[in-house]
């Protein structure tokens, strides 16, 4: 499920009328759970835009002039009454809501955010960071260095100073993402063994990723064979990281590389 975090700030102070995707029917732009909250002069979070987000801004609207009406679920169907022409039905729910709602609506709309683990406070880790926060991921932003990490924080990132470095492996989620990227190649090579420890003996890493050239891997992969680790253990490790095909190695380049990839692990 998705929402419009910013607009329960707002909600704190002005009522808004909360429109939800309450069920589908076919080809529709948006899945049951996405949000947008209408207040009377702008609206937070997106059904799927188009004619009938149009239409549900305007209901909305009617609706705020009419404080105290029950929720009301309507529907909308996608074809040519609306002038489009994804074919579907979406049924949406409106309800008017206020300050005293928003613990409800944290609850009812929380999401299951995935566990990512990044080490490395530098360029692409700054910009991977702005990226994953907007999408449904819990970050965990590690580096040994002080002073790296800025003063205000996306929601749902937490940053820890750990050094040596690898030592907040053993740490993490079950289940996190890895990312390595830090500024030295020796820190490096320190997570991503013990990232490789820690699948040896728990097996609980979705992934280990390690920012770099396939010949910064080779050498890698045959330090980390000195070390005791074997083949199928290092196939494990994914270098180069992010998505192929995307071209460019500016740090916002490689973040949205990266997050379209860590999104496509989540579907296959």
Known sequence: MHFPEPALSRLAHEAAVWVTVHAVQGSVPREVGTAMAVFADSVSGTIGGGRVEFDAIAQARRRLLQPGSGAEVLRYPLGPALGQCCGGVMHLRFEGVTSADIPALRLRMAVARAPVAIFGGGHVGHALVEVLARLPFAVTWIDSRDGVFPP??????????????????????????????????????DVVAQCLRRQREHGDLARIGLIGSATKWATFRRRLTERGFLAPELDRVRCPIGLPGIAGKEPEVIAIAVAAQLLQDRIV
């Not at 749902?156 to 289940?175: F, T």
């Not at 996190?176 to 490096?188: Q, Y």
């Open 152 to 189: 205000q924080l996306p929601a749902h990132v937490a940053c820890e100073h750990s050094d040596p470095v690898q030592g907040a492996v053993g740490g993490l989620a079950a289940g996190s993402a890895v990312l390595v990227m830090s500024f030295s190649h020796a820190e490096d090579l």
